[in-house]
């Protein structure tokens, strides 16, 4: 089951670098949110603030606290604060937003970030799918999260940066 329409709050940004599905879930968050920041301006921020490589990705660092501190301080230049999470939600509000990241997707080793948008049932929730050729909006089955396995990092709109768009 999918749906081509829009979930609410959960605008469809496609992926504009084979790498870059972190900034196109960022890109939209921020849409939702009405703040406009392009892909290219976010990877390019993140290669000159060190958290990004020149692919777009943003590395583990084993020396960090938290390995993933890269990914949290390239949220940080957009306004938004980022922070893993044990499970999905039950619901969003404005301003608030949740990634998926699996490292072995569909069991083949790559891995891919999706948003997600919404809880279909107990079983499973719907995503918004940045990949360039998917269906956009798949519904996952929540045992994914475990199997690929995933982590589930939660975003939030920093304050100050709720009231500025640009």
Same mark, same amino acid.
């Given at each position: 089951?999918?749906?081509?329409?829009d979930p609410?709050?959960?605008?469809?940004?496609?992926?504009?670098?084979?790498?870059? +599905?972190?900034?196109? +879930?960022?890109?939209?968050?921020?849409?939702?949110?009405?703040?406009?920041?392009?892909?290219?301006?976010?990877?390019?921020?993140?290669?000159?603030?060190?958290?990004?490589?020149?692919?777009?990705?943003m590395p583990?660092?084993?020396?960090?606290?938290?390995?993933?501190?890269?990914?949290?301080?390239? !949220?940080?230049?957009?306004?938004?604060?980022?922070?893993?999470?044990?499970?999905?939600?039950?619901?969003?509000?404005?301003?608030?937003?949740?990634?998926?990241?699996?490292?072995?997707?569909?069991?083949?080793?790559?891995?891919? +970030?999706?948003?997600f948008c919404?809880?279909?049932?107990?079983?499973? !929730?719907?995503?918004?799918?940045?990949?360039?050729?998917?269906?956009? !909006?798949?519904?996952?089955?929540?045992?994914?999260?475990?199997?690929?396995?995933?982590?589930?990092?939660?975003?939030?709109?920093?304050?100050? /940066?709720?009231?500025?768009? /640009?």
């Amino acid at each position: 089951m999918s749906s081509e329409l829009d979930p609410k709050h959960c605008k469809h940004i496609k992926q504009r670098a084979a790498k870059w +599905c972190v900034e196109a +879930c960022l890109e939209s968050f921020l849409a939702d949110n009405d703040i406009t920041k392009k892909q290219e301006e976010m990877v390019k921020r993140g290669i000159e603030n060190k958290v990004c490589d020149e692919d777009g990705v943003m590395p583990n660092d084993p020396g960090k606290d938290p390995e993933y501190r890269n990914m949290i301080d390239f !949220f940080a230049l957009f306004g938004v604060e980022l922070k893993k999470l044990s499970a999905l939600p039950t619901r969003i509000e404005r301003g608030d937003g949740v990634l998926v990241a699996t490292w072995h997707l569909n069991k083949t080793g790559g891995a891919h +970030c999706v948003r997600f948008c919404d809880r279909v049932n107990e079983e499973k !929730f719907r995503v918004m799918d940045p990949a360039p050729d998917p269906e956009k !909006f798949p519904t996952w089955q929540r045992d994914w999260i475990r199997t690929w396995p995933c982590d589930i990092f939660g975003i939030r709109l920093i304050r100050e /940066a709720q009231t500025t768009s /640009a």
